[in-house]
């Protein structure tokens, strides 16, 4: 079974503008939720999406947003890009059926540096 | 009250020695604690979990202790091995109600040969 696939594996963007990455979750799985990784920050919860539906957000501003398609592929957004907005996007799937914990499958992220 | 504090940021362990990292939790609705081992250039993956039904969890070197009533919870990793070398991660979630991961701030291990 192919593994969580995240597009594109490197970005750079400019102050201001907008980017958006993309997470093709493990075949099967509904929900798939977004991290963003900084040195010294660890690992910061975005949101998750199950069923085409936010479920849990984070506290990030509302630059950051997401959206999942019907086959449970998603993507995040973010706008107005800023110097503090680099960082390593990691996107994980989870089953999200039956009973908990459902564990999430990461996987190797999208490194965004905002110049 | 959703804070895991994570320590130490940063260990070296010779080759065969035990690497403890420790992490504590605020929310005493936290009900799930995994550790997650990340390489460079990928992303996490879970190495072992517990609840707080129990106080330890082993799984070949790799063991969980945890203190319900600390707050607290470690990972042990017995006969450490240079591929142990990686970024280790606690991790506390809700099993029930909103059901998201929040992490601690990682440690990078490093194991001498």
Redesign the interface.
Same mark, same amino acid.
């Given at each position: 079974k192919a593994g969580v696939t995240q597009t594109p594996r490197y970005l750079i963007k400019t102050r201001g503008q907008q980017v958006t990455l993309s997470c093709s979750p493990i075949s099967g799985h509904r929900s798939v939720s977004w991290y963003q990784q900084t040195p010294g920050q660890g690992l910061q919860f975005l949101f998750e999406y199950f069923s085409e539906t936010q479920r849990n957000k984070g506290n990030f501003p509302g630059r950051f947003s997401g959206r999942q398609f019907s086959n449970s592929r998603s993507e995040m957004n973010v706008s107005t890009l800023e110097l503090g907005d680099s960082a390593l996007y990691l996107c994980a799937s989870s089953l999200r059926t039956g009973s908990p914990p459902y564990e999430q499958y990461f996987g190797p992220g999208t490194r965004l540096t905002v110049t | 009250q959703q804070q895991v504090k !994570?320590s130490p !940021?940063s260990l070296i362990v010779q080759k065969g020695g035990i690497s403890i990292i420790n992490c504590a939790y605020e929310n005493t609705a936290f009900d &799930?604690f995994?550790w &997650?081992q990340q390489f460079p250039? #990928?992303?996490? =993956? @879970?190495l072992i =979990?517990i609840r707080p039904d129990v106080s330890e969890k082993k799984e070949g070197r790799f063991t969980i202790s945890f203190n319900k009533s600390a707050k607290q919870f470690s990972l042990h990793i017995m006969d450490s091995q240079p591929g142990d070398s990686a970024t280790y $991660?606690c =991790?506390a979630?809700r @099993? !029930?109600g *909103? &059901? #998201? &991961?929040? $992490?601690? *701030?990682?440690t990078r291990l490093k194991v001498l040969a």
């Open positions: - | !994570q !940021q &799930y995994p &997650y250039g #990928k992303g996490p =993956a @879970l =979990a $991660f =991790a979630s @099993l !029930q *909103t &059901y #998201k &991961y929040i $992490f601690g *701030t990682g």
